[in-house]
């Protein structure tokens, strides 16, 4: 045993001495480390323990305070080591954690704790690193009408879903367990309403009926609450038909055709909380047979392409909780899924949306991607939030091209909203820092070509939190504008005191 130990040990060694693209050993379990004297320095420790089950972040990326007294402790009692200082400190089982996310012995001894501590300590900042220089947005933005038509009733903005159809028809989801039917063409008009039971997050529309995904819980929840039910239009009524049940928070499906035999198949997102996983669902008689693509929380959204040419269907997905990424499933054929990592990121990074787009016209599809999520354990303004592109190399390589710091981005949308030839960019912030003026929380980003793009901000008269971004021709005028949902907590915890304006209408105004 003693010799196994110490192969062990100079593997160990080895491994958290080595780059990671050179590493051929596998990752010792936190467990094997726990039971050896490593003797290591606190980075090297880092190296091994916080790189065990993500990218290793650096101690850069957040403040001294928040390391200690938020990030820190958190990641020490995962590993199930608890020390003086938590004496009167709710524990994870007493909120609801369930069992196995805290280790429920010492993955980790105390002195090599310290030591691992002691290295961010010293190395993190006194205080958040700012943004790097960037252009400032010009306030307007040229071509575009600014509106939040106002509907003639008093309701919460509280928006969860938008959706434009094909008749120019807004279909809005609601944290009050509602779906509305809207024309905001010309006069706000309410077309039609219908309970729901639980947030609507996402819409297909086939004809007159419809396939919606529902969300359960908004709020961080290990519940399995949300499904995906069929809608079809009856004389006066909506009949419902449950298509899938006890969902674990899903935030988005995919619809396509995954294995060929012609019927509909989905790919759902379940966030979750501490539990979650990405599943694929097939359609036809086994339509409630799940086969699960990736078994961990953060699961955020897919795009369903040919990726490698081969006739059927792919899957690239974002997973956004601690091991964050972009990743591809390559459809192998009955049912199977060969899974690739295309991009890693540090867990604190905050990964929040991406559209697939050839934003450089070689053929080749690249990605548009947001980070911004700050609702975990550091909440504190981040330079590296923003809004990049990461261009396709081929062979599944990507590389940064552009980056434009944006606190709190969290929603992306990507077209040629000016008609000129080439791609421009939309994005918002859920997140923003409040103290900017103006707030620079909605950004639209006009393609100059040679990946430069020009900012520009909205003039807005009202001041809310924008949660959804979406596009769509609503006065069928042939140009693409652009919808934001807003969602404004004072209406959620307070009660609504104005008229309802649930959607921040930027209107292209190319064709009128």
Not at 374 to 398: M, P, T
Not at 441 to 460: A, R, S, T
Request: charged share 25%; aromatic share 10%.
């Amino acid at each position: 045993m003693k010799g196994r130990l110490i192969v062990l040990f100079f593997l160990v060694l080895n491994w958290a001495c080595e780059p990671i693209s050179e590493r051929k050993q596998p990752v010792p379990s936190l467990y094997q480390l726990s039971q050896m004297d490593l003797n290591l320095d606190g980075e090297k420790l880092a190296k091994l323990y916080c790189g065990n089950c993500h990218l290793m972040p650096d101690p850069s990326i957040l403040d001294k305070v928040t390391w200690k007294e938020s990030v820190l402790p958190d990641m020490r009692m995962r590993m199930g080591l608890y020390l003086e200082e938590d004496f009167g400190v709710t524990l994870p089982q007493d909120r609801g954690v369930p069992s196995g996310i805290y280790s429920d012995i010492p993955l980790i001894k105390k002195d090599d704790w310290e030591k691992l501590r002691d290295y961010y300590l010293s190395k993190a900042p006194d205080f958040p690193l700012p943004q790097k220089e960037k252009i400032k947005p010009e306030l307007g933005i040229p071509g575009f009408e600014v509106l939040m038509p106002a509907f003639d009733f008093v309701y919460p903005d509280l928006t969860t879903m938008i959706h434009v159809d094909s008749a120019s028809r807004i279909w809005l989801g609601h944290r009050f367990k509602k779906l509305f039917h809207l024309d905001v063409s010309e006069n706000p008009t309410l077309l039609d309403s219908l309970n729901t039971g639980i947030a609507p997050v996402s819409i297909s529309k086939n004809g007159n009926s419809f396939e919606l995904l529902t969300m359960g819980l908004m709020d961080p929840s290990n519940d399995s609450l949300g499904n995906i039910v069929r809608f079809d239009p009856k004389v006066g009524e909506w009949m419902k038909d449950i298509i899938h049940e006890k969902l674990m928070r899903p935030v988005h499906v995919s619809w396509g055709d995954l294995n060929g035999d012609g019927l509909q198949d989905r790919v759902i997102s379940q966030f979750g909380n501490h539990l979650g996983k990405l599943s694929v669902f097939f359609g036809g008689d086994e339509e409630n047979e799940e086969v699960v693509l990736k078994a961990l929380p953060g699961a955020r959204k897919t795009e369903l392409v040919d990726w490698d040419g081969d006739g059927d269907l792919d899957i690239i997905g974002m997973m956004t909780q601690a091991a964050e990424g972009i990743f591809l499933w390559e459809n192998q054929g009955e049912g199977r899924f060969f899974e690739r990592t295309l991009l890693q990121f540090q867990p604190a990074f905050g990964s929040s949306d991406f559209q697939l787009l050839d934003m450089n016209n070689d053929g080749k599809l690249d990605l548009v991607l947001v980070n911004g999520d700050n609702a975990d354990q550091s909440q504190i303004l981040k330079n590296y939030h923003g809004v990049r592109i990461f261009n396709n190399l081929g062979e599944n390589e990507f590389e940064e091209s552009w980056f434009y710091p944006m606190y709190g981005a969290s929603g992306v949308e990507v077209a040629d909203f000016d008609q000129d030839g080439d791609l421009d960019i939309v994005a918002i912030s859920f997140f923003p820092d409040k103290s900017q003026k103006p707030k620079e929380d909605l950004i639209f980003f006009e393609n100059k070509g040679k990946n430069q793009f020009k900012p520009y901000l909205p003039k807005v008269q009202f001041d809310t939190n924008y949660l959804i971004l979406s596009k769509g021709d609503v006065d069928a005028d042939g140009d693409l504008d652009i919808l934001v949902g807003s969602f404004d907590f004072n209406d959620l915890y307070k009660g609504p005191s104005e008229k309802w304006r649930p959607i921040l209408l930027i209107k292209n105004k190319i064709f009128n």
